[in-house]
């Protein structure tokens, strides 16, 4: 079955510092997989989506993820975090060859000045 | 537009009660879903409804009961809650794609669920 694993619970860098959230993927074949972000009390947004097309992929907010096969990971970085960006990041992957979305367990990143 | 409303946003409800979520999208969407997040926790897929059909129900207790009155609608109604179902209940709702895993799925804002 297709999963994802993010490292690294609680991440702090400082504002205008790189932001790397490491998500690993674990699939027999390339799969689809998403960036959520989710702001305290709020519903989750989506960020970003690797759907093959391209191995690099361009989100919203300056976020951006790469598709790495040899790695089989999909980390998140963003060049200079902002104090905007604090916020627990979602990984997450279909599973069961449907419509099920099987989320990571979470990286709570905050930004200090 | 992406977006998915929910009501309400907050609701405090007795174990004996029975009350309602309510979820509404305007994109056209055919697919809709309910998660349930417990704090600090990734959100865990309770029900899909595909083109107004139950299509995956994640093994949840009867006392949550999904409702799909039409495509832009989604219902969750509660009865005889226990405190642990606590949590924030999102809705989200995608294409409905034949393929399942590249139907981007877009998020309400949550109802946070008190029960006592």
């Known amino acids: 079955a297709q999963s994802v694993t993010q490292l690294g619970s609680h991440v702090s860098v400082s504002e205008g510092a790189l932001v790397l959230l490491r998500c690993n993927y674990s699939?027999?074949?390339?799969?689809?997989l998403f960036w959520y972000v989710q702001y305290p009390n709020q519903g989750l947004q989506l960020l970003l989506k690797?759907?093959?097309?391209?191995?690099l992929v361009k989100g919203i907010n300056g976020f951006e993820a790469e598709f790495k096969k040899s790695e089989t990971s999909f980390h998140l970085t963003k060049p200079s975090a902002h104090m905007s960006d604090a916020a627990e990041y979602f990984c997450?992957?279909?599973?069961?060859?449907?419509?099920?979305?099987?989320f990571g367990t979470g990286t709570q990143l905050k930004v200090e000045l | 537009d992406t977006e998915v409303t929910q009501t309400p946003k907050h609701l405090v409800m007795g174990m004996t009660n029975k009350k309602s979520l309510k979820c509404e999208q305007h994109?056209?969407?055919?697919?809709m879903y309910w998660y349930k997040q417990k704090a600090k926790k990734p959100p865990e897929l309770m029900f899909v409804?595909?083109?107004?059909?139950?299509?995956i129900n994640e093994s949840v207790p009867s006392r949550f009961s999904p409702e799909c009155p039409n495509s832009s609608l989604l219902n969750l109604h509660l009865h005889a809650l226990q405190p642990e179902d606590s949590a924030l209940y999102l809705c989200?709702?995608?294409?409905?794609?034949?393929?399942?895993?590249?139907?981007?799925?877009?998020f309400g804002p949550g109802t946070r669920l008190t029960v006592l």
């Open positions: 997450a992957v279909f599973t069961g060859g449907g419509n099920k979305l099987t």
């Open positions: 994109m056209g969407h055919r697919a």
């Open positions: 409804y595909s083109y107004e059909k139950l299509s």
């Open positions: 699939s027999s074949v390339p799969p689809y």
């Open positions: 989200a709702s995608s294409q409905g794609l034949r393929r399942g895993d590249t139907d981007t799925q877009y």
């Open positions: 690797y759907t093959s097309a391209a191995t």
